[in-house]
């Protein structure tokens, strides 16, 4: 075990045993500084000074203005003496012509630090934006991993949902405006310099944001905690995350205003991003995202209705199965009943538990799995899968009372 306080501290929080038995390899680079409490945000423009800037561009969008959180930034940003503009074109599930838009509004504005304030679109948004802008050519150009060849700018992230994890990740993930598809593009320049976490942001949250981004945050400390690619640092912020994000979900369900929870809910949003930063998530992602492409399907409802089914045929794998279990105890349960959890948990957040009826279809189908097959974090899952196994997969979500049990055929694929 690697003899680190940050570790001992994450591992401090929980009570669900030890580290893994295995110690992969694996390269930590902990690239992003985050500041963590309330009131936090009013340090903006201290932090955009010590980055040495002079023109700011907040992105953001019009619902975060007329919450008074942009107020807050500017504001700072005013104190500090740094001049600032505003982009506030950011729509959910963020596309190469949303990218556009804002790259061209950077340098109009002669942008030399971009602060994403919001929700991961936001946060997507301005990453996308500094690719071009300080890159140039196209989205897709960048699809995948350090293919940014010149320095970009830097990058101060300010989340208000307790969700995606964005600012704790080098990743933008942007729509193709004409094929829909989704597009992981990452490279370690694009990460925030600096992220600030403030509880307080995220208590006007509207109801259903809080519930698809809490889901959001829990599957990605589920996903990031079984992958392939997991490690001893990766496992531990899991670990971390799934426990803050497992006691106080329900909580600021019931009590939005609640302030403990509200904050525990965005560390653990954090550290799940951490974790998928140093691993990487699975197949209920890449179920999710043509659901997603092809159907408008809110991305953490998406991937919430599908990961049960995919930690279903992860049991199978003995590894997935000793983390599960590591990840129940605390909950006092058995790691085979982690996907019925997750399933209650969607229950009680009001959220969907299958596909509505007629969207899948015998002739879609097949386009669907094929399309998660090919997805990038689909080669990341314990057990292997194919567009075999994603047909049963989304077979199975659009009828869960289906249990996947022997008869109806092996989702593993040879």
């Not at 301005?126 to 990058?155: E, V």
């Not at 995202?289 to 003995?318: C, K, Q, S, W, Y």
């Not at 189908?365 to 047909?391: C, M, R, Y």
């Amino acid at each position: 075990m690697p003899d680190s306080p940050l570790i001992k501290q994450l591992l401090a929080t929980l009570p669900g045993g030890p580290f893994p038995d295995f110690v992969a390899d694996f390269s930590h680079t902990p690239g992003t500084r985050v500041v963590f409490g309330r009131g936090a945000v009013q340090r903006t423009g201290i932090f955009a000074r010590s980055l040495g800037a002079h023109r700011v561009m907040v992105v953001t969008d019009r619902g975060i203005a007329e919450a008074g959180h942009l107020d807050h930034v500017l504001e700072s940003l005013n104190a500090a003496g740094v001049e600032w503009s505003a982009f506030m074109g950011v729509e959910e599930n963020p596309t190469t012509d949303t990218v556009e838009a804002c790259v061209a509004s950077a340098r109009e504005h002669q942008a030399d630090l971009l602060i994403g304030l919001g929700g991961g679109s936001s946060m997507d948004t301005a990453k996308g934006c500094n690719f071009i802008l300080t890159n140039g050519g196209k989205m897709s150009d960048y699809h995948g991993t350090g293919k940014a060849t010149k320095p970009m700018l830097p990058l101060i992230a300010i989340p208000t949902t307790a969700g995606t994890g964005s600012e704790c990740q080098s990743y933008a993930l942007i729509s193709d405006s004409v094929t829909h598809a989704k597009m992981a593009c990452g490279d370690k320049k694009a990460a925030a310099r600096i992220a600030i976490l403030d509880p307080d942001l995220t208590i006007t949250q509207p109801a259903r944001v809080t519930r698809v981004t809490g889901i959001d945050a829990l599957t990605h400390a589920l996903e990031s905690a079984v992958c392939k690619k997991r490690n001893d640092i990766s496992v531990a912020y899991s670990r971390a995350a799934f426990a803050l994000l497992s006691r106080n979900f329900l909580t600021v369900l019931r009590d939005p205003g609640n302030h403990e929870a509200r904050a525990a809910m965005l560390l653990g949003s954090a550290f799940a991003g951490t974790a998928i930063e140093n691993s990487m998530l699975g197949a209920g992602h890449s179920a999710a995202n043509p659901l997603t492409a092809h159907f408008g399907i809110v991305h953490g409802e998406a991937v919430g209705l599908m990961l049960p089914h995919v930690m279903r045929l992860n049991l199978t794998d003995p590894a997935a199965w000793e983390e599960y279990t590591q990840l129940a105890a605390p909950l006092g349960l058995a790691g085979d009943a982690l996907p019925g959890w997750l399933t209650g948990i969607l229950e009680a957040a009001s959220l969907p538990t299958a596909v509505r009826p007629g969207l899948l279809t015998p002739e879609n189908l097949p386009i669907l799995s094929k399309e998660a097959a090919a997805q990038w974090t689909a080669q990341f899952n314990p057990v292997a899968v194919d567009a075999g196994s994603f047909h049963q997969l989304y077979s199975a979500a659009a009828a869960p009372e289906r249990q996947m049990s022997p008869e109806n055929g092996p989702l593993i694929s040879s």
